[in-house]
């Protein structure tokens, strides 16, 4: 996993790219303007992994913890 990115529309999500920046300064962690997931923005706190996998949930505390272990099974 080299980059992660979260759109800027989806505020939600706000919280989990600070953490996420913060606590893996080797992976490349941006918001973008828009990164083409309307549907998906509108309805949950969601992130874009190496420019292909979606990562999707209910609250912001969930995506949080799918990121970090993801992040911690790719680093194994």
Do not use: W
Not at 49 to 62: A, R, S
């Amino acid at each position: 996993m080299k980059k992660i990115y979260f759109c800027k529309e989806n505020d939600v999500s706000k919280k989990v790219f600070k953490h996420i920046k913060e606590k893996y300064p080797d992976i490349t962690v941006k918001r973008k303007g828009c990164i083409g997931e309307c549907k998906t923005c509108k309805r949950c706190p969601f992130s874009l992994i190496d420019g292909k996998k979606i990562v999707k949930c209910d609250t912001d505390d969930e995506l949080y913890a799918k990121l970090n272990k993801q992040i911690l099974k790719k680093a194994k």
